[in-house]
T-cell receptor, first 113, second 116 residues
Framework: ETGVTQTPRHLVMGMTNKKSLKCEQH?????MYWYKQSAKKPLELMFV???????ENNSVPSRFSPECPNSSHLFLHLHTLQPEDSALYLC????????????FGPGTRLTVL | AQSVTQLDSHVSVSEGTPVLLRCNYS??????LFWYVQHPNKGLQLLLK??????LVKGINGFEAEFKKSETSFHLTKPSAHMSDAAEYFC??????????????FGQGTTLQVKP
C-alpha cells in the first residue's frame, strides 16, 4: 500500500448504529487530518492531529470522536449520526508544519439513513 | 488572516482549447499556494505548489500556475484541455500561524467541464 488509504470506501448506517472510519498513511508523516466534504459546501476541517496530539477540533459535534493511536493511523468513531452527516469524509496527512502540503486519501462516502 | 477566493464556481471549455481557472489570495506575508484536483468520488490530488521559488510553477498533467504578488493572484492554466481534465479544482493558501499551529485554507472550488 502506498500513500493514504481509507476504509471502508462506502458506508451506509442507520442513526442508531456505531461505526468507525479508518485511515492509514504510508508516507512517514507526523500530522493527520479529518475533513468533511458535503455537496455544494466548502471543505470542512474537522480534526487535526500533530505528533499524535489533537491540536484542532473545529466545533465538531460529539457524535464524531477521533482517535490517533500512532502517527500512521487515524480513526473516526461515529455514533447516533443524523442524515445531514451524510458526506464524503476525507483523511489527509502532512509532514513538518501544519501549513505544508497535504496528501489525501480517496475518502469514505457515508450515507446516514 | 489568510484567505483565498476562486472567482468562478463553474468553467466550461471545449476539448483542445485553453483552460484558465482564477484564484486570488489574501496574505499578510509571502504565502505558499497550491492547486489540488478532485475527480468524482475521489480524494484531492496535488497538482502543483508555489513556495517562494520560481513564480511560474509547472505541475502534473500539463498544468501550470503563475504567482503574481502585485495582483495577489495564482491562476491555473493549461494550453489544451483534455476530457480527463473534467473535475473539481481547489486553490489553497497556507496559513503558517505561530509555532506549531497553522493550516491550509481551501477555496470554494471550481468545477471544470470539458465538452467534446
Amino acid at each position: 500500500e502506498t500513500g493514504v488509504t481509507q476504509t471502508p470506501r462506502h458506508l451506509v448506517m442507520g442513526m442508531t448504529n456505531k461505526k468507525s472510519l479508518k485511515c492509514e498513511q504510508h508516507l512517514g508523516h507526523n500530522a493527520m487530518y479529518w475533513y468533511k466534504q458535503s455537496a455544494k459546501k466548502p471543505l470542512e476541517l474537522m480534526f487535526v492531529y500533530s505528533l499524535e496530539e489533537r491540536v484542532e477540533n473545529n466545533s465538531v459535534p460529539s457524535r464524531f470522536s477521533p482517535e490517533c493511536p500512532n502517527s500512521s493511523h487515524l480513526f473516526l468513531h461515529l455514533h447516533t449520526l443524523q442524515p445531514e452527516d451524510s458526506a464524503l469524509y476525507l483523511c489527509a496527512s502532512s509532514q513538518g508544519g501544519l501549513w505544508n502540503e497535504q496528501f489525501f486519501g480517496p475518502g469514505t462516502r457515508l450515507t446516514v439513513l | 488572516a489568510q484567505s483565498v477566493t476562486q472567482l468562478d464556481s463553474h468553467v466550461s471549455v471545449s476539448e483542445g482549447t485553453p483552460v484558465l481557472l482564477r484564484c486570488n489570495y489574501s496574505s499578510s506575508y509571502s504565502p505558499s499556494l497550491f492547486w489540488y484536483v478532485q475527480h468524482p468520488n475521489k480524494g484531492l490530488q496535488l497538482l502543483l505548489k508555489y513556495t517562494s521559488a520560481a513564480t511560474l510553477v509547472k505541475g502534473i498533467n500539463g498544468f501550470e500556475a503563475e504567482f503574481k504578488k502585485s495582483e495577489t493572484s495564482f491562476h491555473l492554466t493549461k494550453p489544451s484541455a483534455h476530457m480527463s481534465d473534467a473535475a473539481e479544482y481547489f486553490c489553497v493558501v497556507s496559513d503558517r500561524g505561530s509555532s506549531n499551529t497553522g493550516k491550509l485554507i481551501f477555496g470554494q472550488g471550481t468545477t471544470l467541464q470539458v465538452k467534446p
